[in-house]
């Protein structure tokens, strides 16, 4: 009779624990997902035909909406973006917070300046490469933003000095992350 009973006592103990078990597995299938949307987001983004190194698009998953964010230097970038993240599989909505930038001569010029200064400034050409740069440079009414990742502090320092040295730059915000730290 004890055994009977110890063998009942097992039996519901491995059941409980499968259930707990794929439980877990469903949670975890859940990011899962969302980290599979925001890899695809990702791509959609960096495969837009116009989207070059004075663009900027952020997003964020949350559930099955993705908020689009950043500033882009012509609108069919902005309907682009929107268009091509809507088709992704498990996305119901975007939301889409892109800023189009004003068009002008001043900042055209400020653009074409910034870059000339930054691609002949030694090793700091190879962040700005025509596919899919890893610095983004934006640049709206004479403020300027760099955007995205560098891999030391001192690619990070020279290019803020050389974005300030600039003629017509009034204002100059650093948001690029160095590789090393972001690991942190």
């Given at each position: 009779?004890?055994?009977?009973?110890?063998?009942?006592?097992?039996?519901?103990?491995?059941?409980?624990?499968?259930?707990?078990?794929?439980?877990?597995?469903?949670?975890?299938?859940?990011?899962?997902?969302?980290?599979?949307?925001?890899?695809?987001?990702?791509?959609k983004i960096l495969r837009l035909p116009r989207y070059e190194v004075f663009?900027?698009?952020?997003?964020?998953?949350?559930?099955?909406?993705?908020?689009?964010?950043?500033?882009?230097?012509?609108?069919?970038?902005?309907?682009?973006?929107?268009?091509?993240?809507?088709?992704?599989?498990?996305?119901?909505?975007?939301?889409?917070?892109?800023?189009?930038?004003?068009?002008?001569?001043?900042?055209?010029s400020i653009r074409v300046r910034l870059y000339q200064t930054l691609a002949?400034?030694?090793?700091?050409?190879?962040?700005?490469?025509?596919?899919?740069?890893?610095?983004?440079?934006?640049?709206?009414?004479?403020?300027v933003s760099l955007e995205g990742f560098v891999s030391n502090r001192g690619?990070?320092?020279?290019?803020?000095?050389?974005?300030?040295?600039?003629?017509?730059?009034?204002?100059?915000?650093?948001?690029?992350?160095?590789?090393?730290?972001?690991?942190?």
């Open positions: 009779m004890k055994i009977f009973r110890n063998f009942i006592i097992l039996g519901l103990a491995i059941i409980t624990l499968s259930f707990v078990t794929s439980a877990d597995a469903q949670s975890f299938s859940g990011t899962g997902a969302g980290r599979v949307i925001e890899d695809q987001v990702r791509t663009d900027s698009i952020g997003y964020q998953v949350s559930g099955n909406t993705v908020t689009l964010s950043g500033k882009v230097r012509n609108a069919i970038n902005r309907s682009d973006a929107a268009r091509s993240v809507k088709k992704i599989p498990g996305v119901n909505s975007v939301v889409n917070n892109i800023e189009v930038l004003p068009l002008g001569s001043f900042d055209e002949r400034s030694g090793g700091l050409s190879r962040y700005l490469w025509t596919t899919n740069p890893s610095v983004r440079l934006i640049v709206d009414r004479g403020h690619d990070y320092n020279t290019m803020n000095v050389l974005a300030h040295g600039v003629s017509g730059v009034f204002s100059v915000q650093n948001n690029l992350v160095v590789d090393k730290e972001r690991l942190r």
